[in-house]
Nanobody
Framework: QVQMMESGGGSVQAGGSLRLSCAAS?????VGWFRQSPGKEREGVAS????????YYADSVKGRFTISRDNAKRTFYLQMNGLKPEDTAVYYC???????????????????WGQGTQVTVSS
């Protein structure tokens, strides 16, 4: 099973930017970014399919977040601009599983998960 590891979290003020990285231990077909804040369910933020580079975003982050990849480094990124306090959460990357255009946002569709990285946005 492929191992995933996130990095790049931190604290920023509203309107600021952060870039999260997710390193995979092997080749992966699809990677998703998720987030979870206290008392809330884990939600899908963005996903990228490695083949054609198809991307998907949650409505709440469209136009602000961008998911990308560097296949040579087996690393996937989540560029987050225009951060809002409601973006505060632990962010996870995940890979593989039963993922397609209809299931990309479902945590249950993914098989391999990182340990998460905290993002805190202050107002």
């Amino acid at each position: 099973q492929v191992q995933m590891m996130e990095s790049g979290g931190g604290s920023v003020q509203a309107g600021g930017s952060l870039r999260l990285s997710c390193a995979a231990s092997g080749y992966v077909v699809v990677v998703g970014w998720f987030r979870q804040s206290p008392g809330k369910e884990r939600e899908g933020v963005a996903s990228i399919f490695n083949g054609f580079g198809s991307t998907y975003y949650a409505d709440s982050v469209k136009g602000r977040f961008t998911i990308s990849r560097d296949n040579a480094k087996r690393t996937f990124y989540l560029q987050m601009n225009g951060l809002k306090p409601e973006d505060t959460a632990v962010y996870y990357c995940a890979a593989e599983g039963d993922v397609n255009s209809r299931t990309w946002y479902r945590p249950s569709a993914y098989r391999s998960w990182g340990q998460g990285t905290q993002v805190t946005v202050s107002s």
